[in-house]
């Protein structure tokens, strides 16, 4: 049986970590960690209970830092993390994902670095600079960062990334080579007749189904998206959602036909959870219908944003789904949305959300 759930959460200062039982009703949060750096993305791996997160910006510049004992101690490593002289210098990690082959961190400007000694050093993957797309992506609000890294769990050599604002690219080969994969996503910014380009959209949070590496959802700028072919044709399903514009997105551990998702009210009406009332969205249909799942969440004056990697599932029965917001609030489900608690409040600005569950 789990012994216990982690939750791992990135703020604008530090990291936070909140621990509970498989029960997941009384909690108890340690921090911050990482001496206050901005943490844009703070992971674990349940096979060894070891934290990473990734953060920094032009002031600290970019690092990966590391945990072996749930918090207890940390060291950081910038070693190779950098791109080659006379490029624009790498501002911040953002993303970190755990491979079969070693562990992947996105950055920004958006590219692509690996470890394969737990992080101690870094290598430059260069076939996304190298694209030649390249010279004309252009950067989202928070910059142009690789902020989504997706890998097939058969197969380490297929590698899904989303990048703000250049789309959602694909390789087959490790990250050797890339093609962009945004057939089908709008991007309403651009001038008319214009608006399905073969890259330059927008994207804002990719995730694979479990159990179905070709089955992608993603939030985009301009609508709520679904591919069963490995992001080669996107089809809409934001029908039935109060708003085509969020961040968030989270995966049900085991249903590949339910997803969770949080809307925000527009890109300029505020950003925040409509009519300040909050709701997680949960379909269980692969997005032909959504509800609003309500009780426990605030019904009123909730003007907050969560940002693009500030949900997450955990993988009990029934799975337990968790987000942060830009006010410092960490909300948790222990029923699939059903009803929520809060589990802190007054945090710095939330960045990211993330579950381990560590088996005794």
């Known amino acids: 049986m789990p012994a216990k759930v982690v939750v ?88 970190l994902a755990l491979a079969p082959d070693g562990l992947y961190a996105g950055v920004q400007p958006a590219g692509l670095f690996k470890s394969e000694d737990d992080g101690a050093s870094w290598r430059h993957l260069d076939g996304l600079q190298k694209h030649p797309t390249r010279p004309e992506w252009n950067p989202g609000g928070a910059g142009l960062i690789l902020h989504s890294l997706v890998f097939d769990p058969t197969d380490a050599k297929r590698i899904w990334v989303g990048i703000s604002a250049a789309g959602v690219f694909y390789s087959a080969d490790g990250g050797a080579s890339w093609e962009p994969r945004n057939l089908g996503t709008r991007a309403d910014f651009l001038p008319e007749g214009q608006n399905y380009p073969e890259f330059g959209q927008c994207v804002h949070c990719l995730v694979m189904a479990p159990g179905m590496p070709d089955r992608l959802y993603q939030q985009n700028h301009c609508g709520m998206y679904r ?51 909050a709701a997680v969205w949960r379909t269980r249909d692969g997005g032909a219908s959504w509800q609003a799942l309500r009780r426990g969440l605030p019904q009123e004056n909730a003007y907050f944003g969560v940002l693009r990697q500030a949900m997450a599932s955990d993988r009990l029965d029934p799975a337990g789904v968790y987000f942060g917001t830009s006010g410092g609030a960490l909300f948790a489900s222990a029923d699939e949305g059903e009803s929520w608690q809060t589990l802190a409040q007054h945090l710095p600005a939330i960045l990211s959300v993330e579950t381990m569950v560590l088996d005794s």
């Open 8 to 95: 791992l959460i990135g703020t604008k200062k530090g990291a936070f970590i909140a621990e509970s039982d498989e029960a997941r009703q009384g909690w108890t949060l340690r921090g911050p960690f990482c001496e206050t750096w901005p943490m844009n993305h703070v992971i674990g791996d349940p096979r060894t209970g070891t934290i990473y997160g990734t953060g920094g910006n032009e002031w600290f510049g970019p690092a990966v830092w590391k945990s072996p004992d749930l918090g207890e101690s940390w060291t950081h490593s910038s070693d190779g993390l950098a791109y080659e002289e006379g490029k624009e210098p790498v501002a911040a990690g953002w993303s």
């Open 227 to 277: 591919s069963d072919d490995g992001g080669r044709h996107w089809r809409s399903i934001e029908d039935g959602l109060p708003s085509s514009f969020g961040f968030p997105a989270a995966a049900h551990p085991r249903q590949p036909d339910t997803l969770f998702l949080l809307p925000l009210n527009g890109d300029s009406a505020g950003r925040y959870v409509p009519d300040a009332r």
